[in-house]
């Protein structure tokens, strides 16, 4: 069974930090990239980071570079989106997925459930 199980969200003040991971098992992790995403209520969904599992190369959003940094332990299946200097706008269900392709195409195969962060002001 392919499962991708997000976990690390929660309450942080802003200015904050949270380390959110995502735990991937069923499918061949290496021959995957994977994304975060993130939804809040009302907004669309929007794509805030990838690593490619060929060559590590990663990808932010405008609206993270500089606060977020995405990494892959390989060994433990698991990618992982440090999120520092957390702003209220930063609040959303996050999302992580595995892509189609080993680089970041942004076509994606499998998702997870989510896990909430909440940055208060």
């Known amino acids: 069974e392919v499962q991708l199980v997000e976990s690390g969200g929660g309450l942080v003040q802003a200015g904050g930090s949270l380390r959110l991971s995502c735990a991937a098992s069923g499918f061949t992790f290496d021959d995957h990239a994977i994304g975060w995403f993130r939804q809040a209520p009302g907004k669309e969904r929007e794509g805030v980071s990838c690593i490619s599992s060929s060559d590590g190369s990663t990808y932010y959003a405008d609206s993270v570079k500089g606060r977020f940094t995405i990494s892959s332990d390989n060994a433990k299946n698991t990618v992982y989106l440090q999120m520092n200097s957390l702003k209220p706008e930063d609040t959303a269900v996050y999302y992580c997925?595995?892509?189609?392709?080993?680089?970041?195409?942004?076509?994606?195969?499998?998702w997870g459930q989510g896990t909430q962060v909440t940055v208060s002001s």
């Open positions: 997925a595995a892509d189609h392709m080993r680089l970041c195409s942004f076509l994606y195969d499998y």
